[in-house]
């Protein structure tokens, strides 16, 4: 029997109808049609679904659509305002940080959360923090320097 | 990778939580982080009826300094919040190290220390760390309570002693004495997103940082079909003064309690030479961590 759920998504609070065994990634992706964030492996060794729930860096494959109740969830497309890209999404694209794309909503939740926590990551600290995010791509290196331009910009260490 | 159905349940008392385990018998899991058991159930190897979720039920999720001495950790407690509490990684440093070593870290972000002790894997990260703590959990029902020693816990891969109507509602230890330090080293074929090939944990307390040993234990796992104490080692290094040589002495000792099997991971030849190497790497660690203890 499905069950309601209430949640804030990217700052939009929305109530819905759930199946019990519906995951948080089948219901942003197939229910809200918020399609960034992407199906991976589906058992939380990619990283791909990831999304912030309540503050932290989350496989959406692993928590349960009914789990979110009362929580607030950031996708990938609640990053962008009025239309500006994030200052992560912008240094990704400036960097060459994406090849086929795939990883790539997972990885800058991933720096996402890293950065409200460690504003200045060392290298290490950028890498750690990605470490549930693969990429088949890029070999991680352009994404590791775009988080950390990133990092400079949002500190305002940098223009953007 | 769909989930079977089932149906799920928020009950908001640890009483409500403890009947409805009684009353589902067999057929229901507790879930809490879920990183074990929705992976589980998607790979069908499990098929709960009803999943019994912890999210509201109180007083699971903290870590709390007792007044007398020690710690108190919930079930749900994630391995995030162990690996940066300051007190945890103060005076129960393998616990710390083992938290921030488990998954990734958006594991992190919702596995548990009680799920990961509960379901038993051999080569889990909590278990060796709490066994050097000779941590004890309080495991309850509706009509029982108990305390068991994490060492007489588990029984196999996967098996523990908890019954089907028990929930672990807490890991105790005591704050260890002065000198101690501790350490754990996990190893695998990559540094994330890994389940350990070997891995130990060592907790070591000197007389005076000049002086001998007078308490060690050497936790292993991934290397027999629960993870197990290096009894023999730690017996030899009772008295000793630290050295390399003394610690190597124990890493070779302690092969000698290991079981391990050849897997996709690695051989019983490789692991066995690994218990000796990481076992007195481990031991030097503690030790260095000993020599820096403050109260």
Redesign the interface.
Known sequence: MK?IIRLTVNGEPLEAAVA????LVQFLREDLGLTGTKHG?????C?AC?VILDG????S????A??ANGSEVLTIEGLAENGKLHPLQQAFVDKGAIQCGFCTPGMIL?AK?LLEEKPNPTELEIR??L????CRCTGYQKIVEAIDEAAKVMTGREES | MLLPKFEYIEPTTLEEALRLLSDMGGNARVIAGGTDLLVRMKLKIEKPSHLISLRKVPGLNQVIKRETHGVSIGPAVTAADLARNEFIRDKFAPVATAAGKLGAPVIRNRATIGGNLVNARPAADFPPACMVFDAILKLKSTTNEREILVGQFFRGPGETIIEPNELLVGIFMETPAPWTGGSYIKLGARKALEISMVNVAVMLTLQEPLGPIVDVKIALGAVAPTPVRAFAAEQYLMGRHPSEKVFSEAGAIGVGMCNPITDHRGTMEYRCLMIETLTSRALNQAYQNALDWKP
């Open positions: 069950k019990q065994n519906q995951t492996c589906g058992l939380g060794d990283g990831t932290k860096a989350v496989n494959c692993l928590v349960l009914i789990q991933s959360a750690t923090a470490s549930g995010n693969l």
